[in-house]
């Protein structure tokens, strides 16, 4: 999330993101936690985001799958 997120959804820039704020664990917990939120946006827009980078690995985007599906616990 640092490395590849926080650019454009941290506290500072979550209007260019969208309005989405990623700049917590419990932030991100919750737009996880709804109704898979995050796993969508990374897999749906996984061609845009992040924006100016490079498409997150297939690894990334199981890991996040994973955590999703565990809770998304703060670890």
Do not use: E
Request: charged share 10%; with cysteine; net charge positive.
């Amino acid at each position: 999330m640092q490395q590849n997120c926080i650019v454009c959804h941290g506290s500072s820039y979550a209007a260019m993101g969208g309005g989405i704020n990623l700049q917590t664990a419990a932030a991100i917990a919750t737009i996880a936690k709804d109704n898979n939120r995050l796993y969508k946006a990374v897999t749906t827009f996984a061609d845009v985001m992040p924006k100016g980078g490079s498409k997150l690995s297939d690894c990334q985007i199981l890991w996040i799958n994973l955590w999703v599906t565990k809770g998304a616990p703060n670890n």
